[in-house]
């Protein structure tokens, strides 16, 4: 089965090389496709030139930032993968736990894998980043009637053929809930596998805030009201 990398990215010139030779050493096979959600910090210059002569690595530009939701859309009308991974550009999220992400899939398990953070080991993970997380995963159970520990999760792969049955509008990271919320009102069962994690503060380009905990709630009642 082929992998699809999906990796949205807006001014992350210091990760984003690392990140994709992390992902470029995994021994899937796959494709790489980044989505440069326009970046200002020189981000793009750096994919463009990592991108020639790839074959493996796909680079779109948008000519503005739109957000991660939106920047996620664009990569998935691009894929040709069996299953699609989504990796964030930044180094929180470590490419070395794949296995655990894609094996309960290839193996018939399920169809759908979310890493979970509390579930494995987290390092630098501020207080209200855990307050806020352990929040929203707490509603998401309570209005869908599930068990998840970390649904706000960078991490999450999906067989791609769950995907094209899923309807997707928020352009910013309210695509976590979104998704989410789709695939449990369509009875999809979401495995969770312990992932590592090593945080980032504001000062280190971390973007998500409080405003978006606030879209999340709203995204995740809206969605079960149908």
């Not at 992350?12 to 959600?37: F, S």
């Not at 910090?41 to 690595?57: F, N, P, S, V, Y």
């Not at 971390?206 to 009201?225: E, H, M, N, P, S």
Request: glycine fraction near 12%.
């Amino acid at each position: 089965m082929r992998l699809s990398v999906i990796i949205p990215v807006y001014n992350e010139r210091w990760t984003i090389q690392e990140v994709l030779r992390r992902v470029g050493g995994t021994t899937y096979d796959k494709e790489i496709i980044v989505v440069d959600d326009g970046s200002t910090d020189g981000t793009g210059q750096i994919l463009g030139e990592l991108a020639d002569g790839k074959t493996d690595l796909r680079v779109i530009f948008h000519p503005e930032n739109r957000g991660k939701g939106a920047a996620i859309r664009t990569a998935l009308a691009h894929v040709t993968g069996d299953i699609v991974l989504i990796q964030d550009a930044d180094l929180e999220y470590d490419p070395a736990d794949y296995p655990r992400l894609l094996d309960p899939i290839l193996a018939g398990k399920t169809r759908v894998v979310y890493g979970s953070r509390f579930l494995g080991k987290r390092e630098k993970m501020g207080i209200w980043h855990v307050l806020g997380n352990r929040f929203l995963t707490a509603w998401t159970n309570l209005l869908y009637q599930t068990s998840l520990t970390d649904m706000e999760t960078g991490y999450k792969a999906f067989a791609t053929e769950v995907l094209r049955g899923v309807q997707l509008k928020g352009d910013r990271f309210d695509f976590e809930p979104e998704i989410t919320a789709a695939l449990l009102r369509q009875g999809h069962k979401i495995l969770e596998v312990p992932i590592s994690y090593k945080g980032r503060g504001r000062k280190e380009g971390k973007k998500i805030g409080w405003r978006d905990g606030i879209t999340a709630t709203l995204v995740l009642f809206r969605q079960r009201l149908g």
